[in-house]
């Protein structure tokens, strides 16, 4: 444990030493040290939120946002080891805030985020939370960016040095970034709303529980429709609606699911009734049994064999088109991602 401190003092030492021995005799070499500082640490952040946007979970880059906060501490000690510009340390002072409003956000943040994404799929709920939590998580680095801008601007008008306006390269693909992502969060929501209600319907057709699929398939009426309100009021981004009409064709496929799915309730009903007439058919010995129970029993056959080439074919339909429509969404996403999220590399 001596040896690491020694070490880390020498780091320290070294660090500051170079810093010092850096040049900043003008206002233009120290606002430019920051904001080369700042343009590498943003760099490096992007690849992050670029590797998510990309198809990648939170858990699989979780080595990425480790790296991001080594190189936020790291930045962050290269600042706050600059001296005063003229005994001015206002610029370097609110540099190293913003570095460390970085990092809580990337800790702690990004932190919840990786834990969030394990339960995002078990409910409606956790996934809007989810979601909102990467919004939220992108809305503070915007807004931390923006103050860290405002006071280089200060700090130009201060020693009279005019800066460029615009937009840096990097500054726009973080916005684009959170554009994209806010319009697919949005549609996704109303995707997610319903297809995970269906899920619900297939586990209670798993149990055949006849009130329970009622129960689903009301609910998945109700959600399927209030979508396909929701999704008219929705925009295309930049007028490419590709993942609306996706969204919109699961969530026509679900509502044509709830009309055809009286046949599975009607088999299972059938079912049902056909194990209770083959039980009493059953318990009677061979010489006991009646015409009427004969006939009672191969009726109940008959319909039970109609029902299930009823329920196969059904099922068959039902699950080609779902493929189909869960096929025609994924593609959409994985286009309208790989369009529009600007991907960056180290």
């Known amino acids: 444990m001596r040896i690491h401190f020694r070490l880390f003092i020498l780091f320290s030492f070294l660090l500051v030493t ?22 590498q640490l943003t760099l490096k952040y992007m690849v992050y939120i670029s590797s998510m946007s990309h198809g990648k979970s939170a858990r699989k ?16 000690m290269n600042i706050m080891g600059m001296p005063p510009y003229k005994g001015d340390k206002s610029f370097r002072d609110t540099t190293a805030a913003y570095l460390k409003m970085l990092y809580s956000v990337f800790n702690e943040d990004y932190g919840k985020i990786v834990n969030m994404e394990e339960i995002a799929e078990q409910s409606y709920d956790a996934m809007e939370a989810y979601m909102l939590a990467q919004e939220k998580a992108n809305e503070k680095l915007a807004e931390a960016s923006r103050k860290q801008n405002e006071q ?25 970034a959170g554009d994209v992502m806010h319009h ?56 490419d609606a590709s993942l609306i009409s996706a969204c919109r064709n699961m969530l026509n496929f679900y509502k044509e699911e709830v009309k ?14 056909f194990n209770k007439i ?8 061979a010489g006991s ?17 109609a029902g299930v080439n009823a329920f196969n074919n059904t099922n068959n339909e039902l699950n080609k088109k779902r493929n189909q429509a869960l096929d025609g969404w994924n593609n959409a996403v994985k286009r309208f991602m790989d369009s529009y999220v600007p991907e960056q590399r180290k």
Not at 61 to 76: G, H, Q, S
């Open 278 to 285: 083959k039980k009493k058919f059953d318990t009677k010995p």
């Open 18 to 39: 170079g810093l010092r021995a850096q040049s900043f005799d003008t206002p233009v070499a120290y606002l430019d040290y920051i904001g080369k500082a700042n343009e």
């Open 289 to 305: 049994r009646t015409q009427q129970d004969v006939d009672e029993f191969n009726k109940a056959v008959n319909e039970i064999n």
């Open 152 to 176: 280089q601007k200060k700090f130009a008008e201060k020693n009279n040095i005019k800066l460029l306006e615009g937009t840096s390269e990097l500054e726009l693909k973080m916005k684009i």
């Open 260 to 273: 055809k799915s009286s046949v599975i309730t009607d088999f299972l009903l059938k079912e049902e009734n």
């Open 61 to 76: 880059v979780e080595k990425r946002r480790l790296e991001v906060l080594d190189a936020i501490t790291n930045t962050r």
């Open 184 to 239: 697919y969060n949005e549609v996704y929501l109303v995707f997610f709303k319903a297809y995970k209600q269906e899920a619900y319907l297939m586990e209670a057709i798993g149990k055949k529980n006849v009130n329970s699929i009622e129960q689903n398939l009301n609910s998945l009426q109700n959600f399927s429709e209030d979508g396909l309100e929701k999704l008219k009021t929705l925009k295309g981004f930049s007028g």
